[in-house]
Antibody
Framework: HVQLVESGGGVVQPGRSLRLSCAASGFTFSKFGMHWVRQAPGKGLEWVAVISFDGSHKFFADSVKGRFTVSRDNSKNTLDLQLNSLRVEDTAVYYC??????????WGQGTLVTVSS | ESVLTQSPATLSVSPGERATLSCRASQSVSSYLAWYQQRPGQAPRLLIYDASNRATGIPARFSGSGSGTDFTLTISSLEPEDFAVYYCQHRSIWPPGYTFGQGTKLEIK
């Protein structure tokens, strides 16, 4: 049974940084690409980033490129998202999701990031 | 990069009836399209992948069809738990990324 548990969300001022984590269990973490997807309050889904199974390839949405970084530790089954230079428009629930081919087949419950002064 | 447009934005249907949701891509995505369901307060879950394949544990009343630019998600007989928001999604090879449609809210009539 796949489990993905996000943590690290909170309230942060514009321009500051935050680090989100996702703890994975119930599958062989090191074999799958992993994603971050966000959802602003009352809005739709926006894909944020993906990291390949071994961490060698990373891709980002244009809206976060150069500000967010993604990493993983396959020895600890954890996925991280480092959010730098945060903006008000980055306010959202951030989900981690397990990749399967071209899709996202399991999702965590999300962690809320609020960027506000 | 293909833009995905879903219609209608809101669909009102009675329980037990059929619901048909549409997703149109701005350029061909072959059959590389997925559908997700998001119930209020919950995370999304994968329903359909490769346009017409049901994900593990998804009831048979959910079906997907289409290829190229026009896709349909059909729910044959609506159950109370099916009233939710539905998103389509495609992966772009170049530029690399993943795109979601804006969603269709399925509400009780």
């Amino acid at each position: 049974h796949v489990q993905l548990v996000e943590s690290g969300g909170g309230v942060v001022q514009p321009g500051r940084s935050l680090r989100l984590s996702c703890a994975a269990s119930g599958f062989t973490f090191s074999k799958f690409g992993m994603h971050w997807v966000r959802q602003a309050p009352g809005k739709g889904l926006e894909w944020v980033a993906v990291i390949s199974f071994d961490g060698s390839h990373k891709f980002f949405a244009d809206s976060v490129k150069g500000r967010f970084t993604v990493s993983r530790d396959n020895s600890k089954n954890t996925l991280d998202l480092q959010l730098n230079s945060l903006r008000v428009e980055d306010t959202a629930v951030y989900y981690c999701a397990k990749g399967r081919d071209d899709y996202l087949d399991s999702w965590g419950q999300g962690t809320l990031v609020t960027v506000s002064s | 990069e293909s833009v995905l447009t879903q219609s209608p934005a809101t669909l009102s249907v009675s329980p037990g009836e059929r619901a048909t949701l549409s997703c149109r891509a701005s350029q061909s995505v072959s059959s590389y399209l997925a559908w997700y369901q998001q119930r209020p307060g919950q995370a999304p879950r994968l329903l359909i992948y490769d346009a017409s394949n049901r994900a593990t544990g998804i009831p048979a009343r959910f079906s997907g069809s289409g290829s190229g630019t026009d896709f349909t998600l059909t729910i044959s007989s609506l159950e109370p738990e099916d009233f939710a928001v539905y998103y389509c999604q495609h992966r772009s090879i170049w530029p690399p990324g993943y795109t979601f449609g804006q969603g269709t809210k399925l509400e009780i009539k």
